[in-house]
């Protein structure tokens, strides 16, 4: 007997319950095929990120007698957790691919997708802290700062410059490529199987 | 029906939902069974049980909801005291030359502006999303409000990481300062800044973290349902 106390014929065919099942299994489907294609698009923005900002290597024509005029990524501890925050991030999101891509053959599993919820959370929150830290010093890198007399070091090192500024995109894109999967992934946690 | 008892055949037999057909035939059965007939027609309305008592069967989300609208009070307590502490944040050395006052403010920095704006609006969002945590409390099934709520929270995780981070940034230079871009530390002038805005900056991120924790029991309690 069914809920509302009708009686079915042995050969009848329910008109809700069979087809609802399979319409949800696609949706959620639909949402791991494009959770794997934005994981794809993340990877390759931090790595181009990180790469960007860790080939960094500027000497200027000028030099003193005791000093050399050089820029690398290196000299700003900034920068450094820049590299490795995008590093890190490019290696989980390399990692997290598998489980990506078993999403879209088992479009049911709930722990893998909390898993995964849990992860990219903690990996959001460590990219846009690298991003922005860098962002910081870069501002003050072309702008400076007249009140603590931070001299802007743009104005010297242009090539350097413009290296750091254009790898703050690829990160930046990562982040919000991040934010839309967590939202994915909890979208297709929160519908009726 | 039989004409023995005439007043007890009155409990009409309707096999709807598959209980018991009551077929009450004595008086004092009659009223033995209209106390235990009275509990099951109040059982199903749920607004009738009490919270967290064992009849009821959202227990666990509604522990989660619960602990969900205690750490949005704890959050708030850290972003309202990083953003007063950094707006307040005003030292003036008392050295100083012909022409030139040393002084140091938070809007000096863009940075700290940035900061003291992102926590702001943090501390005004957790106020403001606590009525809806608590709506969730009482009506644990309702999936739509958790889903925009972890959604809004890891947005402002997201800006207030941002903001703390490139506070943290600035904060670093100031206590550091860089040999090879020729930038002072300014710490050892402005002390008091410089202790101001690194605590701000600690209290910030402790924020972040709760928040962070808020997204996971979320999306915790979005799969337990």
Known sequence: MTKDGSVMEHGEISSKAPLVAPVAAGVNRAVAVVDTFLRFIAIIGTIGSAIAMGTTNETLPFFTQFIQFEAKYSDLPSFTFFVAANAVVCTYLVLSIPLSIVHILRPRARYSRLFLVFFDTAMLALLTAGASAAAAIVYLAHKGNVRANWFSICQQFDSFCERISGSLIGSFAAMVLLVVLITLSAFALARRH | ?225
């Open chain 2, 1 to 225: 029906m039989s004409s023995g008892e005439p007043a007890a055949v009155s409990i009409p037999i309707h096999d709807h939902h598959g209980k018991a057909p009551a077929t009450s035939s004595a008086v004092p059965a009659a009223a033995a069974a209209a106390a235990p007939a009275a509990a099951p027609a109040v059982a199903p309305r749920k607004v009738g049980i009490p919270f967290f008592r064992r009849g009821d069967h959202h227990r666990g989300s509604r522990c989660l909801a619960f602990l969900d609208f205690i750490l949005r009070i704890a959050a708030f307590g850290p972003a309202l005291a990083a953003a007063i502490s950094t707006g307040t944040s005003d030292e003036t050395l008392s050295v100083f030359t012909e022409f030139y006052q040393f002084r140091a403010r938070f809007d000096d920095f863009p940075a700290f502006l940035f900061f003291l704006v992102a926590n702001a609006i943090v501390a005004g969002y957790l106020v403001l999303s606590l009525p809806f945590s608590a709506v969730l409390v009482i009506r644990p099934q309702t999936i739509g409000l958790r889903l925009l709520l972890l959604v809004c929270d890891m947005i402002m995780a997201a800006m207030l990481t941002a903001a703390a981070s490139a506070a943290a940034a600035i904060v670093d230079l100031a206590h550091n300062g860089n040999l090879r871009a020729n930038w002072v530390a300014i710490c050892m002038q402005f002390h008091g800044f410089c202790q101001r805005t690194s605590g701000s900056v600690v209290a910030s991120f402790l924020t972040v973290v709760i928040l962070m924790f808020l997204v996971i029991l979320a999306a915790c309690s979005i799969r337990k349902r």
